[in-house]
């Protein structure tokens, strides 16, 4: 079900949790940066490779904890739920982008207009080939030709000898 | 005026006045569909800009930035959803006034408005734009540190869901910035020992992430939502009782949008909604407001886009950009090998007449395309999102593979994106985020600079009036509007 953004609910501001995010998040960067390669103090000028980075990350814990002690004066409030839609569509993109080195480019941009159509609702048969055939059409037209931009062609494009 | 001669070649060949021409549309359609703002158009198009001449390229961006502005209003009067987050105050009067037949009107006095903003906005730019780099000649590594540090300290106050966290996506910004090998000694940072981050993170790919990527599943959260569209049926110029209305609020909004614009982060959207409650403060009937009121569409639009040519103002004098878009056009900039500052006038002198004249051109174009297209361009809004947003998505693809024709590019890419929706749930707003990662590599050379001249020592930044004048402005963006809370709460628990 989703929630109203903004209701009140039991516990914390979002606010307290996302300051521990970032200070969880900078404590790991900071041990990064000692792991960073140390070079004479002559080479770098007396400025080391970790001093902006560090200097940065202070500023992000400082600003983390002011996000803390604001949001504890804050009551908590729901953000309300993510739609399923978003996961799927992120799953979709995210799948799409692995499939672009075994499937090539321009199968893989057919596949995806074919199925984000679908998912967002779209059901015209005609709109959503339209678009599986013309998206990979146009990319190749104007890209591939026009701008000789070399796309992957994928395992299975050159399999079977076709362009991508 | 040197390079004003060649500016005008340049701009009159009829291949760049294409692009002008294409720009325009192309802002005016984006802007005019909900979800896709200039911001987003300009770094979507900045990888295929790279193709072009730097002029030619700045050209079609800032076209694209001034029609984009402009197009939000479109949506913002017929069917109540800015098209672009500086057309929300355009919504408050425009809507009301459609409801009442009177969309035509509403579209025209926006229309008008823009290009009377933008126009003005331009002269400005082309004015103080050399005038501030001339001052710009004076600064050394302590100054531009400091003015990094200013223009970073004004992202408290701009749009997002708080200052303090528009202030963590900057210096998140500033990290990323950091990551691949330190140029002074040539240590890796954050590589993790991938050899494809040696070279840092492409700037373009995490642009086209987190301003497209980040839309695309904030627009995938939305598929439920229906909106209702109001048809233009007559367009027409305002009447010239509604210019003696309103010509106060232009030029008052002109000047202000241009104002805010100049300085450093703040943008169109600020500019519109303080044009917006300047024009109501000022207005003489300050109760039609929100129910319809001409002023209400005049203040906002005119503020909205001068706050185009201000913010280009520090981008190019200094190399601080004065808006998330200007951010963009200044990342297009960089990648072209052009440095903003005042090197650049003194180089390129006629990139800055062709930004001008196309800025020009293009105000005065989409005064064309929204008068007489603006029926057509509302239909616009009726793309199906579903056929839209996966157009959309490709055109992410390509332009992040095309930068360099690496994959590393769109994994960054997605990842930028995925990261720059759970933060914007959590209200960080992705502007602050890009301002960071444009402006880290200026802020970490000349903190270090500066470091290596005053010996490590941080006082040596006390002899620098101008670096310690940036500080102070710093201080003042940072703490003016807590301190302003504070004093109003108090001032009401007096009261009660």
Same mark, same amino acid.
């Not at chain 1, 516990?11 to 041990?31: E, P, R, T």
């Not at chain 1, 075994?102 to 967002?120: H, K, S």
């Not at chain 1, 048969?125 to 055939?133: E, K, Q, Y």
């Not at chain 2, 672009?84 to 459609?98: E, K, M, N, W």
């Given at each position: 079900?989703?929630?109203?953004?903004?209701?009140?609910?039991?516990?914390?501001?979002?606010?307290?949790?996302?300051?521990?995010?970032?200070?969880?998040?900078?404590?790991?960067?900071?041990?990064?940066?000692?792991?960073?390669?140390?070079?004479?103090?002559?080479?770098s000028q007396n400025i080391p490779a970790t001093f902006f980075p560090r200097l940065v990350l202070a500023t992000i814990t400082l600003l983390s904890v002011i996000l803390i002690v604001s949001g504890l004066k804050r009551s908590a409030e729901s953000?309300?739920?993510?739609?399923?839609?978003?996961?799927?569509?992120?799953?979709?993109?995210?799948?799409?982008?692995?499939?672009?080195?075994?499937?090539?480019?321009?199968?893989?941009?057919?596949?995806?207009?074919?199925?984000?159509?679908?998912?967002?609702?779209?059901?015209?048969?005609?709109?959503?080939?339209?678009?599986?055939?013309?998206?990979?059409?146009?990319?190749?037209?104007?890209?591939?030709i026009g701008l000789q931009v070399r796309f992957p062609r994928g395992v299975v494009m050159s399999l079977i000898g076709a362009g991508g | 005026m040197p390079g004003l001669e060649v500016a005008l070649q340049v701009i009159t060949d009829p291949y760049i006045l294409g692009l002008i021409f294409v720009g325009t549309i192309g802002g005016v359609l984006v802007g005019a569909l909900p979800g896709l703002s200039s911001s987003m158009a300009t770094a979507l198009l900045l990888p295929f800009s790279l193709y072009l001449e730097p002029i030619p390229a700045i050209a079609l961006l800032a076209s694209l930035y001034c029609a984009g502005?402009?197009?939000?209003?479109?949506?913002?009067?017929?069917? *109540?959803?800015? @098209?672009?987050?500086?057309?929300?105050?355009? =919504?408050?009067? +425009?809507?009301? #006034?459609?409801?009442?037949? $009177?969309?035509?009107?509403?579209?025209?006095?926006?229309?008008v408005s823009s290009v009377a903003g933008g126009t003005f906005s331009v002269l400005v730019l082309l004015v103080a734009a050399p005038l501030l780099a001339q001052v710009a000649y004076s600064f050394g590594p302590a100054e531009y540190f400091a003015l990094a540090v200013f223009g970073l300290s004004m992202l408290?106050?701009?749009?997002?869901?708080?200052?303090?966290? *528009?202030?963590? @996506?900057?210096?998140?910004?500033?990290?990323? =910035?950091?990551? +691949?090998?330190? #140029?002074?000694?040539?240590? $890796?940072?954050?590589?993790?020992?991938?050899?494809?981050?040696?070279?840092?993170?492409?700037?373009i790919p995490v642009l086209i992430g987190l301003f497209a990527i980040t839309e695309l599943l904030s627009q995938a959260a939305k598929l439920r939502q229906h909106v209702e569209a109001i048809g233009v049926s007559a367009l027409k110029l305002p009447s010239w009782a509604d210019f003696r209305r309103v010509k106060y609020t232009v030029m008052r909004s002109c000047g202000i949008g241009t104002f805010i614009g100049i300085?450093?982060?703040?943008?169109?959207?600020?500019?519109?909604?303080?044009?917006?409650?300047?024009?109501?403060?000022?207005?003489?009937?300050?109760?039609?407001?929100?129910?319809?009121?001409?002023?209400?569409?005049?203040?906002?639009?005119?503020?909205?886009?001068?706050?185009t040519g201000g913010s280009l103002v520090p981008t190019l004098a200094l190399g601080i950009p004065g808006s998330a878009t200007a951010a963009v056009i200044l990342g297009g900039l960089q990648v072209q090998g052009l440095r903003p500052g005042p090197y650049l006038f003194e180089q390129q002198p006629a990139l800055l007449y062709g930004i001008f004249f196309s800025m020009l051109l293009a105000n005065f174009l989409f005064l064309g395309f929204g008068l007489v297209g603006a029926k057509v361009f509302s239909r616009i809004t009726q793309v199906p999102r579903a056929l839209l947003w996966p157009t959309v998505f490709t055109l992410c693809f390509v332009g992040a593979y095309g930068l360099e024709q690496s994959m590393t590019d769109v994994y960054v890419m997605l990842a930028a994106g995925l990261v720059g929706f759970v933060l914007k749930r959590y209200g960080f707003a992705p502007a602050p985020i890009i301002m960071g990662l444009v402006l880290g590599e200026l802020t970490e050379n000349s903190l270090a600079q500066a470091?290596?001249?005053?010996?490590?020592?941080?006082?040596?930044?006390?002899?620098?009036?101008?670096?310690?004048?940036?500080?102070?402005?710093?201080?003042?963006?940072?703490?003016?509007?807590?301190?302003?809370?504070?004093?109003?709460?108090?001032?009401?628990?007096?009261?009660?």
């Open positions: 079900m989703i929630e109203p953004s903004g209701r009140s609910v039991r516990g914390l501001h979002h606010d307290v949790y996302v300051g521990f995010v970032m200070i969880v998040f900078c404590a790991v960067a900071f041990y990064v940066t000692t792991t960073f390669d140390s070079v004479p103090a002559m080479l953000l309300g739920s993510v739609p399923g839609s978003v996961f799927t569509t992120a799953a979709v993109i995210t799948l799409a982008v692995f499939l672009v080195k075994p499937l090539g480019t321009l199968l893989t941009v057919g596949l995806l207009a074919l199925t984000l159509t679908w998912l967002w609702g779209e059901r015209q048969w005609s709109r959503i080939a339209s678009l599986a055939i013309g998206l990979p059409a146009a990319i190749y037209l104007v890209f591939a | 502005t402009f197009g939000g209003s479109i949506t913002a009067i017929l069917i *109540n959803a800015p @098209g672009a987050p500086p057309a929300a105050a355009t =919504a408050f009067d +425009g809507y009301p #006034l459609a409801q009442r037949g $009177e969309a035509g009107r509403a579209l025209g006095m926006a229309a408290s106050s701009i749009s997002g869901k708080g200052a303090v966290k *528009n202030l963590i @996506g900057g210096c998140l910004g500033l990290l990323i =910035a950091t990551i +691949g090998v330190d #140029l002074t000694t040539g240590v $890796e940072r954050f590589t993790f020992g991938l050899p494809q981050l040696y070279e840092g993170i492409h700037f300085l450093p982060a703040e943008g169109s959207t600020m500019a519109a909604m303080i044009g917006y409650n300047e024009s109501k403060r000022w207005s003489k009937n300050p109760e039609e407001f929100g129910e319809g009121s001409i002023e209400g569409i005049a203040g906002p639009e005119a503020a909205n886009n001068a706050a470091m290596i001249i005053f010996d490590q020592q941080w006082t040596g930044f006390l002899g620098r009036p101008i670096a310690m004048t940036f500080f102070g402005l710093a201080l003042l963006s940072v703490f003016v509007a807590p301190i302003r809370q504070l004093l109003s709460r108090r001032a009401r628990a007096t009261q009660a």
